[in-house]
């Protein structure tokens, strides 16, 4: 049975200040770099109780911004990564909030923060379990990875995201185009702790597809 795995940050920084106001940028800038402090340095014991945290903040400031896809994005993407560290059925509930933050951010304004609710769901769809136990389809991943691709081509996320998704479907050698290509994406100004959390990443699944060739 496939596990809820963490779904990683998705925001592209190049394009963070795009589009936003200033108290916006502020907002989502707290909740990256504290996503990134969890994920990338807490101890992995530590990392439950501090997304659980994270996620009553990013709650909060959804509830403030009504309307707001970038809040939405974020939100989803930390109740996403705590259902990765809470693992199991019950992290179930989470990811099923999650899926609605994207969807509800997508029908707002798809290209928000280049595409990256696409890109998130996308994520959701390949590892999460099937029915009946969860909303779990490799079609709809590839579907949400592809879109999020057309928004984003040469990002880190939407490219590793991607190329984990080829890896799990032991298309190797696609894999390994896509995982080498989010290798070299442009450095994202402000997310220097997740590039090198996300690299990391990258390396691991690059690894795991080309022992396959």
Known sequence: MKQILIVASLIIGSVLSVGLHADESSDIQKLQTRWADIKYQLPEAEREKAFELLVNDAAALTGANPGKPVYL?????????????????????????????????????????????????????????GWPVGFGDDKKAEEMLLKGLS??????????????????????????????????????????????????????????AKKHL
């Open 151 to 208: 928004y984003n081509p040469e990002g880190i996320d939407s490219n590793y995201w991607y190329g984990d998704y080829l890896l799990n479907q032991k298309q190797y050698l696609k894999a390994v185009a896509a995982l080498e290509k989010a290798l070299q994406a442009p450095a994202r100004s402000g997310r220097e702790s997740a590039d090198v959390g996300r690299k990391q990443e990258i390396q691991v699944a690059l690894a795991k």
């Open 73 to 129: 994005i974020w939100e989803g993407i930390i109740r996403s990564t705590y259902a990765g560290a809470k693992g199991g059925l019950g992290a179930l509930d989470q990811v099923k909030q999650a899926k609605k933050l994207f969807e509800q951010s997508i029908a707002l304004d798809p290209a928000a923060l280049a595409g990256s609710a696409y890109t998130s769901l996308g994520s959701l769809y390949y590892q999460v379990p």
